[in-house]
């Protein structure tokens, strides 16, 4: 028992060192080639300088199988930015060895979604991603380096984080510069009765570490939107407002559709041999 806690703290020191190393690299603003169309403009840019604008978003989500939690889809999905339908999808099953340990995410799930990645763009894949949605935090982490900021450093794309629920696992077990579970639902409560849609995650030293947002007017419950690489915290926002048909963008809401499909569907299979 105490080899496993020495090894496993070891583990975490590694990975903070490797988190540290990679955060060098990261940035939090704007630093891309396309360009965003606005709402209304959408869809209706010059056809011969289409290039230019952001047309292809990827998503990317990991599911597990609830007979093996060790078994994992990795899923790719890039949606066309004007229609936001699926133009490319692709699966990764594989078994994780790297338990899960709160604030290290990354380092369960970034190799499996990066190597999905690298292969769509070795094989010159005309949908290759402009901008990636990762179903997890950017810089809302506990170290400044969630999973989407990781990912977006080690492949080199503008990332944006998206979290799902206020239990999301920095408010269970960690604070980041007061922002613990109790602080964010006294801001989201002061704005209840408010018409905006949109709460600014201010730490207590100022800093600006997300938003809150409630996407859709049927939404209860708001996502959480943080920076992950090359891409500012007002652009990200942007996007996901124009990427919204529900409450989670959809970029995200089909990688989790699909990954969770396609494990299901193994699972299925399986049982029937």
Not at 91 to 110: D, K, M, Q
Not at 179 to 186: F, H, I, M, P
Not at 258 to 263: F, M, N, T
Request: proline fraction near 4%.
């Amino acid at each position: 028992m105490e080899n496993e806690e020495s090894s496993s703290s070891s583990s975490q020191q590694h990975w903070i060192i490797e988190q540290e190393i990679l955060r060098e690299k990261l940035m939090t603003e704007d630093n891309f080639t396309w360009k965003l169309l606005s709402t209304q403009d959408k869809g209706e840019g010059s056809k011969e300088k289409e290039d230019e604008w952001l047309r292809y978003i990827g998503g990317v989500d990991v599911s597990f199988s609830n007979d093996d939690s060790s078994m994992a889809c990795g899923t790719l999905v890039v949606l066309d930015f004007n229609t936001l339908k699926v133009v490319y999808e692709d699966f990764s099953l594989v078994t994780l060895h790297v338990p899960y340990v709160p604030g290290f995410l990354a380092f369960r799930e970034a190799p499996v979604l990066v190597e999905i990645l690298d292969k769509m763009k070795r094989n010159g894949n005309p949908f290759y991603p402009q901008l990636l949605m990762v179903d997890g935090n950017g810089i809302l982490h506990p170290r400044g380096f969630g999973l989407a900021c990781h990912i977006g450093v080690v492949a080199d794309l503008p990332t944006i984080g998206i979290g799902k629920n206020i239990q999301f696992y920095m408010f269970q077990l960690h604070h980041v510069d007061g922002l613990d579970q109790s602080k964010v639902r006294e801001l989201l409560r002061a704005k209840e009765n408010s018409s905006q849609d949109l709460i600014t995650l201010v730490g207590s030293s100022g800093h600006v570490w997300g938003a809150a947002m409630r996407s859709t007017k049927a939404s209860v419950k708001p996502i959480y939107i943080s920076s992950g690489h090359r891409i500012s915290l007002q652009t990200a926002i942007r996007i996901v407002q124009m990427t919204c048909k529900y409450r989670v963008p959809e970029p995200v809401r089909q990688a989790d559709i699909r990954s969770r499909d396609y494990i299901r569907k193994l699972e299925m299979n399986a049982k029937r041999k």
